[in-house]
């Protein structure tokens, strides 16, 4: 009987729709980008294709900048740089960053900012950010964060995109897509861009140049069992305040050249084997000129006070496989995997003028190769229908070249997933990892003790989520041990000789008015055991729509006033909206109106010569007009 | 206690459409891709629809048989989707057979296929050749004709 009613009701509702219905329904479905979301790998925020369309998500920062728990900051030398709350970091050693599958983040400082930050979304399908510590699966270093960026399928763009932006800033991007479906079952997705962006500032009414030329080529060919990506981002960059004492620089330019070459293929019938090699290179050139001196800490204790150029070329190459194997047993869903990776830092000329004298001061230290062989193992055990346990252990070794200590670390998580009512469940991980130091964290580390540990993570998450049929309620709550955390003091980089704990809570709530309208609110809070130097809360509310041929969204981002050292940095109101006019199917105007209220958050800086801590904005307000035109 | 807990549960299944946590392998974009091409594969064949997939996965096959019996081999079927190359197609006998695809290109190129479902400019699209249609007295519902296409086939 059940069966005869399931028949009747899959054919009734089958034959009920016209064809014209299904396809839009399944293009809408598509936007969703639910089909690459991993539940295991941590809690996930999803950035769909209709979200970034809807919000005029133009890069990768736009995301970035409203995320709970972060507050997105602008480095010394005018780069994005993703903060905990709570506290400022200048390196961002816990955040992994991936392009389909490849790690982009820096070899040095494991952050993708430099090259990859203002990467234009305008060939990116969706974004996946883990709170988690998703290594488990991934393979390489650990981490705390993964923020996951998958490209445009190339069978479901077959076309050409144009797309042209500029703004009251003066920046302009320029990107060109094309995608095709071979006659074979190979397809290919191109990507083109060129973008100035600028973005001057001042401090003590001097000017703080940070303006831009970038240039971003992406190639991505596919069939069904093989994906080769190659990626290429090219910046010129003046230096913001660099490393000069007085904040504001005579002169200074940066420059990084990054490209990539990664292979992923799947064996078997059912693709449960997965290998992937990827090689990857960054030359990164940095010079800076300074009348009122430079500092650079590994110099602070040396003959060196008196340096007023400093010039790099450096170079760093980055290797890794992956091999992973799939399998299911009774009721065990088992993931083994091997990765390796090896990682070179090769200074290729770094010069100081001290004292009107030219000095080749080469590596700061003996430190410039680390390999990481990874041994991991997933399972997933279905208790019963409603109930997951999942079950991580990692082994890792780092062989490191120089003065640095090799090094093994066992990582274990573990974690379960319940959902005894269909709009009901929780998800829970008891998580112990590690980070390991950087390249940039030992270069710029107290030089009296540049032997940095790896930092070492243990934290309890627990995230309950409660759906009708319009809404969805999330609250997410976090507790984080740290012990050996790298703490960028103004002397350098050094271990925190104490355990810091930090609590946190993020509400999060959707409610869908229909299928394209859209209200999200955001709220999260934080504690600190240490004296924070950056917002604590924050949190958002935004409204996305369509209407005929106009899509429209408005938001306010919030994230909460701070004091250190006496300075005080007010709260942060980044209140946006913008419209789309869909001209025809093919062509579009987009105007989008950023930080109206110019409130944006803010950076804790220090100005070397007067010692006075002093706070800078992160981004002005902006707005920007963006024709589409797909053919 | 019971009470309250079939009233929960019932509540739950009425009013959720919302997902929790994806644990399940998420099937709602191949589910509508067989809820089209079911339509097709109905629209175009008066007789019960035997279909066959190349290299169906397994994914596939439980989605796919929730519309459609589904056929061992391309012998044995009578509407033939093809999504990946495979070789054995090649050698399948035509007749009393139609043959759909998901590329535009190999439906230009290939004259077997009368229709193919696939992407274009981002959007799904659905072409029929009227010159293929009516070689596999093939008449679809007026509400198709948006969908098809002529072209100058010799």
Redesign the interface.
Known sequence: MRILLLTFFLFSSLFSDTLESLLHEYETTTKNSLQTIDEKMGHVYLYSKKDIQLMQYNKLSDILKELPLFTLNKNRFGVDNPSIAGSKTTTSGFFRFFINDHEISSVYTKSPFLAWGDIPLDFIDHIEIYYGESSFSLGGDSGVYFIRLYTKTPTKENGAELTSRISSSNSSSNGFTYASQLGNDWSYLAYFNNSNLKDDSTYKNKKLYNDSDRRYFYLDVQNDTTNINFGYADVKKDNFMGLSKDVVPNSGELTSKDYFLSVTKYFLRDKSIKGSLSIGRQERKYSETNDEEISLVPFAFSSYQDITEVYEDLEFTKLNAYLSKTFEYKNNNILAALSVEDKKYKVKNRTIVNANTLINVGQFNDFDEEKVSSFLLQDDYRIKDDLLLIGNVKFDQYKRSGFLSDSNSKLYRVGAIYTPYANFGLKSFYTRTTVPQLFSSIDFALPTNKNLKEQKYNFYTIEGVFTTEKSKLNLTYDHVEIEDFVYAASVGFINVDHKITTDGLIIDYEYNFSKDDKLKLNYYITSLSEIANNSKSGGYAKYMGKYNKFTYFTSLNYKSSFEYKGVHASNAFDFSLGTTYNISKNLSLSLKGENLLDKSTQSINVDAITKQYFTSKDYDRNVSLTLKWVF | MKIIILI??I???A?????????KE?D??ID??A??V???AKSSIKDEVRLFIP?I??MEKKVYS??FTLGDSCKSSNFIFVK??DDSIKSCPKKDKLFFT?????LL?DKKFYGAF?????????VFIRKRLDINHIKLPE??A??VESFNEK
């Open positions: 929960l549960s509540l739950s299944f009013f959720s459409s919302q997902y929790t946590f994806l644990i998420y709602k974009e509508l891709e809820k089209i079911a339509k097709i290299n996965s397994s929730k519309y990946k190359a998901n590329n535009y290109r190999k190129s696939f992407w274009n400019k981002s959007r799904p699209n659905i509400s198709y948006q969908f």
